[in-house]
């Protein structure tokens, strides 16, 4: 897959299919979407290509929304990468941009510089200065420019939002295996290993410390999870804690993994975590050695858990 941080930079030697959108989570209502544009694409002789953008329409928009999204960007190259898609264009999103009418966001970037010749897109879908053009202007246009529309119906636009709503409202709720149904692969997430305080060694579960740089990154509720990594190519078992320590006085939230049967250094690696499922709440036990006997209860059920 070719990715390209602007659509000015996309090189338009072979003609396009495309589709369009933010796609967050890039869940199962999503790569329906995709695969249908990969498999159209290939009978067609096409590049398959989305166009996406960042920072998300609404950061810069609407500043004072709080929006939390299902990947980061690289999350999200990744899991495309995975179904085969041919370009993604990753434009910036600026309130120039928001300003282009209609026909220079069709004529001057689809067609003269991604040479589009088929658009797959929601029947709901807007674009243009202040979302003012819809599929049937979008039609009209292809007629003008030689490139197909294909509409993707209400029952499908509604399959992908109600999993993203769903999704989100799992994460929130610390539902891990629906919002893992939804995504059609095991929520992720993605930081580097920095200097904790010890106190996971003091007890005998030494922990990597993950620090997430992108502020806008949907954190599960806290917590104690399954967790998976691929470190040094060999996947890597562990449970994580998301919370805040209470029962030694913590005072900000941690995102702290102690991985079984592994004795690494780990500090300022970049590591992907997929969560495979929930162990419990996080609470404030009425002793140290409380809180050590329950992460002895918590290693066994993540041997469990792991061995089905």
């Known amino acids: 897959m070719i990715t390209v941080q602007s659509i000015f930079q996309f ?89 282009l009418t209609a026909t220079e966001f069709v004529r001057d970037l689809l067609v003269n ?39 993707i119906s209400a029952q499908e636009i509604d399959d992908v939002s109600v999993s993203s709503t769903k999704i989100r409202k799992a994460l929130a709720d610390g539902d891990i295996e629906t919002a893992n149904a939804y995504l059609g692969y095991q929520y992720m997430l993605t930081g580097k290993v920095v200097q904790g305080k010890g106190l996971g060694r003091q007890l005998d579960y030494p922990t990597a410390n993950l620090h997430i740089e992108e502020t806008y990154k949907l954190i599960p509720k806290t917590g104690a999870y399954v967790v998976s990594s691929t470190i040094n190519n060999t996947t890597v078992f562990g449970m994580m804690n998301i919370g805040f320590n209470p029962t030694v006085s913590g005072k ?24 495979m499922a929930r162990l419990r709440d996080e609470h404030k036990f009425e002793s140290v050695n409380a809180l050590k006997d329950q992460l002895f209860k918590d290693k066994e059920n993540t041997r469990s858990i792991i061995a089905k």
Not at 122 to 127: L, T
Not at 143 to 148: G, N, Q, R, S, V
Not at 258 to 272: G, P, R, S, V
């Open 113 to 151: 510089k991604l040479n589009t010749k088929k658009i797959i897109i929601g029947y709901d879908h807007r674009f243009g200065r202040n979302r003012n053009a819809n599929i049937n202007d979008l039609i009209t246009f292809g007629l003008t420019y030689d490139f197909e529309v294909e509409e």
């Open 11 to 99: 090189d338009k030697e072979h003609a396009t299919a495309l589709t369009i959108g933010t796609f967050d989570g890039v869940h199962i209502g999503h790569q329906k979407i995709l695969e249908r544009l990969i498999t159209d694409a290939k009978t067609t002789e096409l590049k398959a290509t989305v166009v996406t953008f960042f920072p998300h329409p609404r950061m810069v928009l609407q500043k004072d929304a709080d929006i939390k999204l299902l990947n980061t960007i690289d999350e999200k190259k990744l899991i495309l990468e995975k179904l085969g898609l041919d370009n993604l264009i990753i434009h910036p999103f600026t309130k120039d941009f928001s300003r």
């Open 252 to 275: 900000n939230k941690t995102i702290e993994i102690h991985f079984l049967d592994f004795d690494q250094d780990l500090y300022d690696q970049k590591l992907q975590i997929d969560i």
